[in-house]
């Protein structure tokens, strides 16, 4: 009987190990790290709505800006020395006007549009003064004006209430003034 236990405790220790060597992955306590996926974004460019549209040009005023294919710009030089102006025209109607003159003195400023400024905006890094005549002025139609000076020039978009203020402010975006 001896003999029996000797042989068992030297052979049950060989037993415990060599049965602990196959022990299956379940049973193994090994932490595994898991990542979280990663979230891919696309990221489209954003287009420029205006891209489609037309461009009006003038060299000579310095003056470049985009309108909608559905208007025309319809250009009036030789109503007086150093003006020029431009009608962009939908139909009959003329939503919005743009007048450019030159050796203007700084009253013609404020007197060009009939008013003061109520403020003044940046638009694509020019700065604008902005008037609103949501009555109109002298028996018109409610306007705003953006007048900003440079090239020598005094350049005012006039914009009638026949233009949306979205449409309006996608055109002033536009509006390069070259010095």
């Given at each position: 009987?001896k003999?029996v ?7 049950l220790?060989?037993f ?5 060597s196959f022990k299956?992955?379940k ?8 990542k979280p ?8 460019p954003?287009?420029d ?7 009006y ?8 800006f985009?309108?909608?294919?559905d ?6 030089s ?16 003329a ?14 400023i404020n007197?060009?549009?009939?008013g ?9 890094g020019q700065?604008w003064r902005?008037?609103?005549?949501p009555?109109?002025w ?14 020598g020039?005094l350049y005012s978009f006039k914009?009638?209430n026949?233009m949306?203020d979205e449409l309006?402010d ?5 509006v390069k003034?070259a010095?």
């Amino acid at each position: 009987m001896k003999k029996v236990l000797i042989t068992v405790a030297i052979l049950l220790p060989v037993f415990l190990i060599i049965a602990y060597s196959f022990k299956s992955p379940k049973e193994e306590k090994t932490k595994i790290e898991t990542k979280p996926e990663a979230t891919k974004v696309l990221v489209s460019p954003i287009a420029d709505p205006t891209s489609s549209w037309k461009k009006y040009e003038n060299a000579e005023y310095h003056l470049s800006f985009r309108y909608p294919v559905d208007m025309e710009a319809e250009e009036l030089s030789g109503l007086a020395k150093n003006y020029l102006q431009v009608n962009l025209r939908k139909g009959r109607g003329a939503p919005a006007l743009i007048m450019i003159k030159g050796n203007y003195e700084t009253e013609d400023i404020n007197e060009f549009v009939g008013g003061k400024p109520e403020e003044e905006k940046t638009i694509t890094g020019q700065t604008w003064r902005f008037f609103d005549f949501p009555q109109g002025w002298s028996n018109s139609d409610p306007f705003t004006v953006y007048q900003k000076e440079g090239a020598g020039f005094l350049y005012s978009f006039k914009f009638y209430n026949l233009m949306t203020d979205e449409l309006r402010d996608k055109i002033m975006k536009t509006v390069k003034i070259a010095d």
